[in-house]
């Protein structure tokens, strides 16, 4: 739990092709990290739930009373109209759970068809995903992706349900989740930074009485426009980073990025501060994609050094590379420490996925990553596989990383943060 409460908020996605978004984020912090932890942590012990945040978030069940308001703002919209409009069957699922136990939408008889938040789906799924965003049933559990509900009542202890938290304490606490998630937030970017909480003068108001009363510190950043923010619990992480990077000290841990890990989420600071650039182009037609279907940026002690483009398949168990990048400038066999840390995290992923082997194309494998795979050989079980995308050339990146805004970037994940700790 060390991590999540660090981090505050971690965003789930149910794609799963190199893992899901939340293992990933936590896999590149935790060593030797496996997906049923999570799962454990949700529907064993219910120390985590989901609900909105920034989008579909994990967070800490003790947190849950900060987001009823995301419950409320439900049952007053489209979810409470729903159930309204399809009063009988809701009554029905909910007669059928409380008497039987956590139910999914195949449990019961498909209904037709009508119009929901993305577009038509059958009445029961719509009618589920209503009680659930309305907070009247939780997830009991995913299998897969099927989501098996029950009544939350029944999920999380009645003193924590009881309890009231006022609206702007709710929304001052989700303004905090993401600062403290990020480590590095401003006070614009992206409308989607700031879903639920509230409009740009709220904001303004509440970061202000933030930085009053010291729990937020202003923070202006070499190369980067604009102020920046801190938490003011994360100043003895500053600092000491900052200590580092005067001292020449680096960690020399590689770590594979979550396309929407919080340190992605502001996206317009990855060029002043790092000098890289990254779109997740999962939606992008195939024919446009730069990069790839479903990429990783690649870490390396402070800076971004490349992109990595795994697959997991869990039934042949073996992992995929479809593409690996490294950015102009960077030589992966001439850094000191990389072949080593880089192996080591190809280990990690491979003991996360449960795979026991490390699939290649010959085009990954040929010019110019040969001599790499080579000092890789002995290191990691690898396999050569045919028929697999090529690995694109070093001069489609952007221009190679800079030494600039060290202490900025410390901020978010400095040498030594346990927010991005060295895989074993």
């Not at 293992?23 to 935790?30: E, N, T």
């Not at 702007?168 to 409308?191: D, E, F, N, Y």
């Not at 989607?192 to 970061?207: D, H, K």
Request: charged residues 25%; neutral net charge.
């Amino acid at each position: 739990m060390a991590v999540v409460d660090h981090l505050g908020s971690i965003q789930f996605d149910p794609l799963d092709v190199a893992g899901r978004n939340h293992d990933l984020v936590l896999q590149a912090r935790i060593g030797g990290y496996r997906r049923e932890l999570a799962d454990e942590l949700l529907y064993g012990r219910r120390t985590l739930f989901e609900t909105y945040n920034k989008s579909l978030n994990l967070l800490p069940t003790r947190e849950l009373p900060f987001y009823r308001l995301t419950w409320q703002k439900a049952l007053e919209g489209r979810a409470g109209t729903l159930v309204a409009e399809q009063a009988a069957l809701a009554e029905k699922i909910l007669g059928e759970i409380r008497d039987q136990g956590p139910k999914c939408s195949l449990d019961f008889e498909r209904e037709a068809a009508i119009a929901w938040w993305w577009g038509p789906t059958t009445a029961v799924r719509a009618v589920l995903e209503a009680l659930c965003v309305s907070g009247v049933v939780s997830l009991s559990r995913r299998e897969g992706n099927r989501r098996y509900y029950d009544l939350t009542e029944r999920l999380y202890p009645a003193q924590l349900l009881a309890e009231q938290v006022t609206e702007r304490a709710q929304v001052a606490h989700k303004l905090l989740s993401r600062h403290r998630a990020h480590g590095l937030l401003g006070s614009s970017g992206s409308g989607e930074l700031w879903i639920g909480t509230g409009m740009a003068p709220l904001r303004a108001e509440l970061r202000a009485e933030m930085v009053e009363s010291g729990r937020l510190v202003p923070m202006t950043v070499e190369g980067v426009r604009g102020q920046r923010f801190v938490l003011a619990d994360e100043l003895p992480t500053l600092d000491r980073a900052e200590r580092e990077a005067e001292a020449g000290q680096q960690l020399g841990s590689v770590s594979f990025i979550a396309p929407l890990d919080p340190l992605m989420w502001d996206r317009t600071l990855l060029g002043p501060l790092y000098d890289f650039d990254y779109i997740w182009e999962v939606y992008t037609p195939a024919a446009k994609r730069r990069w790839g279907y479903y990429v990783l940026p690649v870490f390396f002690g402070d800076r971004f050094v490349g992109r990595i483009e795994p697959r997991l398949d869990r039934r042949s168990g073996r992992a995929r590379i479809l593409g690996l990048d490294f950015e102009p400038g960077f030589d992966p066999i001439a850094e000191p420490g990389f072949v080593e840390a880089f192996g080591d995290s190809l280990n990690a992923y491979l003991a996360f996925g449960g795979a026991t082997a490390l699939v290649r194309s010959e085009a990954i494998a040929a010019a110019p990553h040969r001599a790499l795979f080579r000092e890789l050989s002995s290191r990691v079980p690898i396999k050569s596989a045919g028929g697999v995308r090529s690995g694109r050339s070093n001069g489609s990146a952007r221009p190679g990383t800079s030494g600039r805004g060290k202490a900025g970037r410390a901020a978010i994940l400095g040498p030594g943060d346990p927010r991005l700790a060295a895989t074993p």
